[in-house]
């Protein structure tokens, strides 16, 4: 595979069309990122990488995608992702507002090769750290940003993006909730993962049922709900909150469970991020049955402790 650090004018449209393929969009008139929109990135000192198809496909598999689709004929972007330059009073820093990978390459690690750039890009710019939001219930996106990069979070928005931006079949109907991520470039935590691989081990001991504030249980067909353990107001640290682990399939069952659901996480993760938690791990349990249970750890800082909040 192929990535493009620089952002050439013959790619512009693509990049738009890709973007329109990615989030299933009609026309122009209705993707979220238009051309206009890459180039601003660009040229006040972001980012827009771009990868292409340089053998994840065989020639003889590119071929018979082509008479499916014209459009993988060509040397088209296959994933891109795009950073605007910003600043808050902690400095200067990158938000990554928008990455999308081709749905025939999904799952063929285009977009851990995509932050891989991302990283390497903001060491060679001195660029101290990267923002961006993700919808906390999406346990796939929590294991790869805390888990495998080293982020954290320390903010939740409610109702994040206006439907102006949300209209497309992932977020239709559905309110909104995203964590605000800080990946802090020059950290020993995000160096060991992304440059050493090292990942540290989950010591299983320190999730216990006292301080495990939720559960996730499974209604008469099948599909995750909360149950009724919910608890406020717990002072220990660490914490775990339970997630759906297959939101998507909630999601496509019925979407009025799905935000009933969405509502009980949300209300701990403001609450306990309100008192100067920090959500830094996700984690994976395996039962016997093989059903798989996805926790987030929150440890609250020593100043919040001694505050007692």
């Known amino acids: 595979m192929r990535v493009e650090r620089y952002l050439r004018a013959s790619v512009l449209n693509d990049v738009v069309e890709l973007e329109k393929r990615v989030w299933k969009r009609k026309g122009y008139r209705e993707v979220n990122a238009p051309m206009l929109y890459f180039e601003l990135a660009y040229l006040t000192n972001g980012l827009v990488l771009t990868a292409f198809d340089d053998g994840v496909y065989t020639p003889e598999e590119r071929a018979v995608m082509a008479r499916?689709?014209?459009?993988y004929e060509g040397d088209h972007p296959i994933g891109f992702l795009v950073c605007f330059a910003d600043f808050d009073h902690n400095g200067s820093f990158w938000y990554g507002a928008r990455m999308g990978v081709d749905q025939r390459y999904q799952d063929k690690n285009i977009g851990e090769v995509l932050v891989s750039h991302l990283y390497d890009s903001a060491k060679e710019r001195h660029i101290p750290r990267i923002r961006w939001t993700y919808d906390p219930l999406q346990s796939r996106n929590g294991y790869i940003y805390l888990r495998r990069m080293g982020a954290l979070v320390k903010e939740i928005g409610f109702n994040y993006y206006s439907a102006v931006f949300t209209n497309d079949q992932f977020n239709r109907g559905i309110s909104t909730d995203r964590f605000v991520v800080e990946w802090d470039i020059g950290s020993a935590r995000v160096t060991e993962?992304?440059?050493e691989g090292k990942i540290p081990d989950f010591d299983e001991s320190l999730m216990t049922p006292d301080n495990i504030v939720n559960e996730i249980g499974l209604d008469e067909?099948?599909?995750?709900?909360h149950g009724e353990k919910w608890l406020f107001r717990l002072r220990k640290s660490p914490l775990f909150i339970e997630i759906p682990y297959a939101?998507?399939?909630l999601l496509h069952a019925d979407r009025t469970k799905a935000q009933a659901l969405r509502d009980k996480c949300r209300g701990l993760f403001m609450h306990y991020l309100a008192r100067g938690y920090v959500v830094n791990d996700f984690i994976l349990r395996k039962l016997p049955d093989g059903?798989?249970?996805?926790?987030y750890r929150l440890d609250q800082d020593v100043q919040s402790q001694t505050l007692n909040l």
Not at 68 to 71: G, I, S
Not at 221 to 225: A, I, N, P, V
Not at 291 to 295: I, M
Request: proline residues 5%.
């Open 68 to 71: 499916e689709d014209p459009w």
């Open 193 to 195: 993962r992304m440059e």
């Open 221 to 225: 067909e099948g599909l995750e709900r």
């Open 247 to 249: 939101q998507d399939r």
């Open 291 to 295: 059903r798989r249970r996805a926790y």
